[in-house]
């Protein structure tokens, strides 16, 4: 059955007579309610600080406590989403980069299918992303630069075309084209290899969307993994079965992705900025181990890929 509606000051007095939580200030935890939502407050963050056994809050948990978390992790999305954008964007322009020098800037270059690995596997996926192409320089689009080129010049080359794709898209793209245009791709980026990038970049189109959605971030895991890397090694960071327990799907592993996808400085930046974040809102002594951080992870800032 459907859940009944419950006003706020409902919710409130279900909480800390129901639930064992403490509400210090019940004009203030409405207001809260009232802009963030009961659903992505509190049923968002709850399980941090619930006993698992009784389904009641532990003894003393605030609903200042909930709405810390929640306020942190609003800050984390931030850094993280500023920072996957700029690696976005310089894959993206890596790609359009070496595809336009290696085929040229005509658009029937990326419609073509003779650039593409085509197998059994691939060529419906292959065909999905090319139709995607091909809608885009149909319609009549919102993106002004992509009508300038089509009216203007009658050609929209790559590194136009590929503003406008997500980067789930230009991650297939990566994975389909033959060898030559990513190789010379993750060169760019270290010279980390093939199957690194792929996993990189699925990992991270799935953070950048959790970001963007507003969904709770800070103990997100994806069902796939990145790769075993230098730095997991460099950082000793512990196995089991010859399994690394952090950096892998967590999000270490997003960390560990900026490292090999971020310039320099912008990585510097990166880090100092969620190093502050963590120092000013980490709510708890053991919010590192949910985000999969292992406690020498600060030295990742020195290491080189």
């Given amino acids: 059955m459907a859940k009944p509606f419950k006003s706020y000051e409902d919710l409130l007095i279900f909480l800390q007579n129901d639930k064992n939580l403490i509400i210090e200030d019940f ?5 809260i309610l009232s802009k963030t939502s009961y659903f992505s407050l509190i049923s968002g ?3 941090t600080f ?3 056994t009784t389904g009641k809050y532990i003894d003393g948990t605030t609903f200042h406590d909930i709405y810390r978390l929640y306020q942190f992790d609003n800050e984390l999305r931030s850094i993280f989403l500023k920072y996957i954008l700029i690696a976005e964007h310089s894959v993206k322009s890596s790609l359009a980069y070496h595809f336009s020098a290696t085929y040229g800037e005509d658009q029937k270059e990326y419609l073509s299918l003779s650039h593409y690995m085509v197998t059994g596997s691939t060529q419906k996926k292959i065909q999905k992303l090319i139709s995607i192409f091909q809608y885009q320089l149909k319609r009549n689009n919102e993106y002004a630069y992509i ?5 203007k010049h009658h ?7 590929i503003q406008v794709l997500t980067l789930g898209q230009v991650s297939h793209m990566f994975d389909y084209l033959k060898a030559s245009v ?3 791709v993750c060169n760019d980026f270290n010279k980390i290899g093939r199957k690194d990038m792929h996993s990189f970049l699925s990992i991270m189109t799935k953070h950048r969307n959790v970001c963007a959605h507003g969904d709770r971030f800070f103990n ?6 990145i790769t075993d890397t230098a730095i997991h090694a460099k950082l000793h960071i512990p196995q089991v079965s010859g399994r690394y327990q952090m950096g892998k799907n967590d999000l270490f592993s997003e960390v560990i992705i900026l490292k090999y996808l971020l310039d320099k400085e912008d990585f510097r930046n990166f880090y100092y900025e969620l190093k502050n974040c963590l120092k000013k809102q980490a709510p708890g002594e053991d919010i590192l181990a949910l985000m999969g951080f292992p406690d020498n992870w600060t ?3 020195r290491m080189k890929c």
């Fill in 27 to 31: 004009d203030t935890a409405r207001h």
């Fill in 45 to 47: 963050y709850k399980d």
């Fill in 50 to 52: 619930k006993n698992p």
């Fill in 147 to 151: 009508n300038h080129y089509k009216s």
């Fill in 155 to 161: 050609n929209v080359p790559l590194w136009i075309m």
């Fill in 182 to 184: 990513p190789i010379k």
């Fill in 220 to 225: 997100y895991r994806t069902k796939d993994s």
């Fill in 299 to 301: 030295s990742i800032l």
